[in-house]
T-cell receptor
Framework: DAMVIQNPRYQVTQFGKPVTLSCSQTLNHNVMYWYQQKSSQAPKLLFHYYDKDFNNEADTPDNFQSRRPNTSFCFLDIRSPGLGDAAMYLC????????????FGPGTRLTVT | AQSVTQPDIHITVSEGASLELRCNYSYGATPYLFWYVQSPGQGLQLLLKYFSGDTLVQGIKGFEAEFKRSQSSFNLRKPSVHWSDAAEYFCAVGPPRDMRFGAGTRLTVKP
C-alpha cells in the first residue's frame, strides 16, 4: 500500500543535542509538509516543500530546518532542542490535483530531557 | 488569512446515537474544507473533503458533512456512532499548501 512512513516513532533527545526526524513516502507526491502538534492542540504547519522549493512559515523558529534530498524523503532537523520543542511531529504529503488533500504519517513523538 | 473554529472541545454521545461536530471557517475565497480524525498517538486520517459540487459530502466510516456558505460552516455528521469512533476530530480549511486546522473536538462514546 502507498503510504507515508516516519522514523523513528519515538525519539528522546537531550536539551541542546541536535536531532533529525525522517519521513518517506511511496505516493510519489510533489508536496511534503512538516507539522508540530503539542498535546491537545491542533497541528501547526512548520514548512513544506513543493518539489525542491522550500516554503517556511513566518513564525517557524530558526532552530527548525528541513531537507528534501529527493521526491521520496524529507527530514526535519532541530538544531538545539529546547524543552518547549517536545511534541508530536507529523509529516504529510499531497499531490497537486483536485483538493490537494494531505496524507499523514503516524508521527514521531519527541521527548526532550 | 484563513481560520477555523471548532466550538466544542469535548463531546460525549452514547453508542448508537447521532453525532454532529461543528466547524466554522473564515476565508475570503471558495475554501478547500477537510475533516480529519486522529486516534491517540496516531497520525491524521482524512474522513472527507469539499471544494466544489454537491454541498453534502460523503466520507469514509459512515461520516458526512454539509457545506453551508451562508453560515461559513462545514459540520460533520454521523447517524449512529460506534464505540470505535472515539477519537479527536479536526476540521481544516485551505487553500492548498497552507491548510489551517481547528483546535479539535474530542469525542467520547458511552456504552
Amino acid at each position: 500500500d502507498a503510504m507515508v512512513i516516519q522514523n523513528p516513532r519515538y525519539q528522546v533527545t537531550q536539551f541542546g543535542k541536535p536531532v533529525t526526524l525522517s519521513c518517506s513516502q511511496t505516493l510519489n507526491h510533489n508536496v511534503m509538509y512538516w507539522y508540530q502538534q503539542k498535546s491537545s492542540q491542533a497541528p501547526k504547519l512548520l514548512f513544506h516543500y513543493y518539489d525542491k522549493d522550500f516554503n517556511n512559515e513566518a513564525d517557524t523558529p530558526d532552530n527548525f530546518q528541513s531537507r528534501r534530498p529527493n521526491t521520496s524523503f524529507c527530514f526535519l532537523d532541530i538544531r538545539s532542542p529546547g524543552l518547549g520543542d517536545a511534541a508530536m511531529y507529523l509529516c504529510a504529503t499531497s499531490g497537486t490535483s483536485g483538493t490537494w488533500e494531505q496524507y499523514f504519517g503516524p508521527g514521531t513523538r519527541l521527548t526532550v530531557t | 488569512a484563513q481560520s477555523v473554529t471548532q466550538p466544542d472541545i469535548h463531546i460525549t454521545v452514547s453508542e448508537g446515537a447521532s453525532l454532529e461536530l461543528r466547524c466554522n471557517y473564515s476565508y475570503g475565497a471558495t475554501p478547500y474544507l477537510f475533516w480529519y480524525v486522529q486516534s491517540p498517538g496516531q497520525g491524521l486520517q482524512l474522513l472527507l473533503k469539499y471544494f466544489s459540487g454537491d454541498t453534502l459530502v460523503q466520507g469514509i466510516k459512515g461520516f458526512e458533512a454539509e457545506f453551508k456558505r451562508s453560515q461559513s460552516s462545514f459540520n460533520l455528521r454521523k447517524p449512529s456512532v460506534h464505540w470505535s469512533d472515539a477519537a479527536e476530530y479536526f476540521c481544516a480549511v485551505g487553500p492548498p499548501r497552507d491548510m489551517r486546522f481547528g483546535a479539535g473536538t474530542r469525542l467520547t462514546v458511552k456504552p
